[in-house]
C-alpha cells in the first residue's frame, strides 16, 4: 500500500537540509502502520474515488498524530501536517478531515472498534512475547501478575459556545461530560463515550454501555482464564451498576471490581460499633505507612476496617464487602463534614469490593486484607493522570457543533492517546 510505504527509504543526518518539524511523528505514524491500524481504518471507513482521493484510513492516523501534538481542531490539524510534508507529501485538508469524521456514523464507528480490537490483539500479543513480557502493576509493593486492570472514570469538556449536547454540568460549568476506560497495565484509552453535561454521575446505563466497549477491545483470551480487575469511583455506587459489576464473571473471564460508596447514616452506625483493635495502618504504593504530619507537628497515621461483619448488606450483590477507611479531615475538609465525624475527630472513606477474604487475587500474596484493597483503591488515582493527558491531545475542547462530528473527534481522540501510549 503506497500510502504506508513511506518510510522504506528513510533515513536520519544531522545537517542543515530537509529538515521537518515535530519529526517525533515519525515514531507515531509508524507505529499506526507497521502494526496494521492505518490500513484496518481505511478498510472499514467509507470510501470513494476520483482524481486527488485520500485515503480515509491514512486520514484518520494523520488527524490523530496532529492531536498528540496539540491539533484542537482540523485547520490546525491541517497546518501541523505541512511540517511533515517532506516526509507524508501533501497535507490532508481541513474540509477532507472534517468530511472524514461525518462519515463516522454508528455504524462505521463500531467497524472501526472491531478494528482496532484486532489491532490490539496483535500488539498485546507481541507485549506478551517480548523479554520483559506483559506490563502488569504494582500496587503496595505487590505485582500484580496476570490481572488487567480497567480504570471507568468520567470527566467535564468545558465548551465556550453551543454545541449539541452541552448542558450545565453538577459542577456548575457547561459543556459535556465524556466517560471513558483506560487500561491501566499499558495506558491505553480503550472506549470513551460522549455524554451531555447533565449526565448522571452513576447512570447505569452509561456505566454499562462503557464496560462493555471495554472489554471488546480486551484481548483477554490469551490465557485461557482472563481474569480482569474494574476499579471506579464512587460513581459506580448504585445497585445496578454493582450488579452488573457482579454479573460479569463467565466460565472463560474471572472479574473481581473495587469501587467507591457514599458514606450514609447506617454506615455511621457500623463504623461506631469498631473497636479500636481492628483499626490498621493503611499503606502506601510503596508497601510502606502511610503517615503525615498532622497540624500539631505530630506524626498521624492513616488507618484502615474490614466493615462487612457490622454493616447489613442485605440486598446488594452476594460476596460483597466493605473496607472503611479514616484520616485526619483537613481545614478544607471542614465544612463537609458530618456529625459523627466531627464528635469522632476523623474523616471516613469506604470502598466496596467482590475480593473475598480469603483469596483476594490469585497469585498475588496478601490481597484479601483490608489494607492492600485500600491501597489497590487508591492507586485508581492514576486515572486522573490519564485524563489529563487525553485532554491535553484532544479531549480537552471538542471542535464541532455537531454531536457526530464531536462524537467521531472523541473517537480520533482515543485513537491518539493509544498511539502516545
Same mark, same amino acid.
Given at each position: 500500500m503506497?500510502?504506508?510505504?513511506?518510510?522504506?527509504?528513510?533515513?536520519?543526518?544531522?545537517?542543515?537540509?530537509?529538515?521537518?518539524?515535530?519529526?517525533?511523528?515519525?515514531?507515531?505514524?509508524?507505529?499506526?502502520?507497521?502494526?496494521?491500524?492505518?490500513?484496518?481504518l481505511?478498510?472499514?471507513?467509507p470510501?470513494?474515488?476520483?482524481?486527488g482521493?485520500r485515503?480515509? !484510513?491514512?486520514? +484518520?492516523?494523520?488527524?490523530?498524530?496532529?492531536?498528540?501534538?496539540?491539533?484542537t481542531?482540523?485547520?490546525?490539524?491541517?497546518?501541523?501536517?505541512?511540517?511533515?510534508?517532506? /516526509?507524508?507529501?501533501? =497535507?490532508?485538508?481541513?474540509?477532507?478531515?472534517?468530511?472524514?469524521?461525518?462519515?463516522?456514523d454508528?455504524?462505521?464507528?463500531?467497524?472501526?472498534?472491531?478494528?482496532r480490537? #484486532?489491532?490490539?490483539?496483535?500488539?498485546?500479543?507481541?507485549?506478551? +512475547?517480548?523479554?520483559?513480557?506483559?506490563?502488569?502493576?504494582?500496587?503496595?509493593?505487590?505485582e500484580?501478575?496476570g490481572?488487567?486492570v480497567?480504570?471507568?472514570?468520567?470527566?467535564?469538556?468545558?465548551?465556550?459556545?453551543? %454545541?449539541?449536547?452541552?448542558? !450545565?454540568?453538577?459542577?456548575g460549568?457547561?459543556?459535556?461530560?465524556?466517560l471513558?476506560?483506560?487500561?491501566?497495565?499499558?495506558?491505553?484509552?480503550?472506549a470513551?463515550?460522549?455524554?451531555?453535561?447533565?449526565?448522571a454521575?452513576?447512570d447505569?446505563?452509561?456505566?454499562r454501555?462503557? /464496560?462493555?466497549?471495554?472489554?471488546?477491545?480486551? =484481548?483477554?483470551?490469551?490465557?485461557?482464564w482472563?481474569?480482569?480487575?474494574?476499579?471506579?469511583?464512587?460513581?459506580a455506587?448504585s445497585h !445496578?451498576?454493582?450488579?452488573?459489576?457482579?454479573?460479569?464473571?463467565?466460565?472463560?473471564?474471572?472479574?473481581?471490581?473495587?469501587?467507591g460508596?457514599?458514606?450514609?447514616?447506617a454506615?455511621?452506625? #457500623?463504623?461506631?460499633?469498631?473497636?479500636?483493635?481492628?483499626?490498621? #495502618?493503611a499503606l502506601?504504593?510503596d508497601?510502606?505507612?502511610?503517615?503525615?504530619?498532622?497540624?500539631?507537628?505530630?506524626p498521624?497515621?492513616?488507618?484502615?476496617?474490614? /466493615?462487612?461483619?457490622?454493616?447489613?448488606?442485605?440486598?446488594?450483590?452476594?460476596?460483597?464487602?466493605?473496607?472503611?477507611?479514616r484520616?485526619?479531615?483537613?481545614r478544607?475538609?471542614?465544612?463537609?463534614?458530618?456529625?459523627?465525624?466531627?464528635?469522632?475527630?476523623w474523616?471516613?472513606?469506604?470502598?466496596?469490593?467482590?475480593?473475598? #477474604?480469603?483469596?483476594?487475587?490469585?497469585?498475588?500474596p496478601?490481597?484479601?486484607?483490608?489494607?492492600?484493597?485500600?491501597? /489497590?483503591?487508591?492507586?485508581?488515582?492514576?486515572?486522573?493522570?490519564?485524563?489529563?493527558?487525553? %485532554?491535553?491531545?484532544?479531549?480537552?475542547?471538542?471542535?464541532?457543533?455537531?454531536?457526530q462530528?464531536?462524537?467521531?473527534?472523541?473517537?480520533?481522540?482515543?485513537?491518539?492517546?493509544?498511539?502516545d501510549?
Amino acid at each position: 500500500m503506497k500510502a504506508t510505504s513511506w518510510d522504506r527509504r528513510l533515513a536520519v543526518r544531522v545537517d542543515d537540509g530537509n529538515l521537518v518539524g515535530h519529526a517525533g511523528i515519525v515514531l507515531l505514524r509508524k507505529v499506526a502502520d507497521r502494526t496494521g491500524l492505518t490500513r484496518a481504518l481505511g478498510a472499514v471507513i467509507p470510501s470513494g474515488g476520483g482524481p486527488g482521493w485520500r485515503d480515509r !484510513g491514512v486520514v +484518520l492516523v494523520q488527524l490523530a498524530c496532529a492531536i498528540v501534538l496539540g491539533a484542537t481542531n482540523v485547520l490546525e490539524a491541517e497546518r501541523l501536517q505541512g511540517h511533515w510534508r517532506r /516526509l507524508f507529501g501533501d =497535507p490532508v485538508s481541513d474540509s477532507t478531515l472534517r468530511r472524514t469524521l461525518e462519515a463516522i456514523d454508528a455504524p462505521t464507528a463500531a467497524r472501526i472498534e472491531r478494528a482496532r480490537g #484486532a489491532i490490539r490483539r496483535a500488539v498485546w500479543t507481541w507485549l506478551h +512475547l517480548r523479554p520483559g513480557g506483559f506490563p502488569w502493576i504494582t500496587v503496595a509493593g505487590r505485582e500484580l501478575v496476570g490481572w488487567y486492570v480497567l480504570d471507568l472514570d468520567a470527566t467535564i469538556v468545558t465548551c465556550t459556545s453551543r %454545541k449539541e449536547g452541552a448542558t !450545565g454540568t453538577y459542577k456548575g460549568g457547561f459543556g459535556h461530560m465524556p466517560l471513558g476506560a483506560r487500561l491501566a497495565n499499558t495506558r491505553e484509552c480503550v472506549a470513551m463515550l460522549l455524554r451531555p453535561g447533565n449526565a448522571a454521575p452513576n447512570d447505569v446505563a452509561d456505566h454499562r454501555t462503557v /464496560l462493555a466497549a471495554g472489554l471488546r477491545q480486551l =484481548p483477554l483470551p490469551l490465557p485461557l482464564w482472563s481474569k480482569l480487575l474494574v476499579r471506579i469511583n464512587g460513581a459506580a455506587f448504585s445497585h !445496578g451498576v454493582l450488579d452488573h459489576l457482579h454479573a460479569l464473571t463467565t466460565t472463560r473471564r474471572r472479574v473481581r471490581f473495587v469501587t467507591g460508596w457514599a458514606v450514609n447514616a447506617a454506615d455511621e452506625q #457500623a463504623i461506631a460499633l469498631l473497636p479500636e483493635s481492628v483499626w490498621a #495502618a493503611a499503606l502506601r504504593q510503596d508497601g510502606q505507612a502511610h503517615e503525615i504530619t498532622g497540624e500539631d507537628g505530630k506524626p498521624v497515621t492513616y488507618q484502615v476496617a474490614e /466493615l462487612t461483619g457490622v454493616r447489613d448488606l442485605a440486598g446488594w450483590p452476594q460476596g460483597l464487602r466493605l473496607i472503611v477507611r479514616r484520616v485526619k479531615p483537613s481545614r478544607r475538609d471542614a465544612k463537609k463534614l458530618t456529625d459523627f465525624e466531627r464528635k469522632t475527630g476523623w474523616r471516613y472513606q469506604i470502598i466496596a469490593t467482590n475480593l473475598p #477474604a480469603h483469596q483476594g487475587l490469585s497469585a498475588v500474596p496478601g490481597p484479601g486484607q483490608a489494607w492492600f484493597l485500600d491501597a /489497590l483503591y487508591r492507586d485508581h488515582a492514576e486515572v486522573e493522570d490519564r485524563v489529563k493527558a487525553i %485532554k491535553r491531545v484532544g479531549l480537552g475542547l471538542l471542535p464541532s457543533k455537531s454531536w457526530q462530528v464531536n462524537a467521531a473527534w472523541v473517537l480520533a481522540a482515543t485513537v491518539a492517546a493509544d498511539l502516545d501510549a
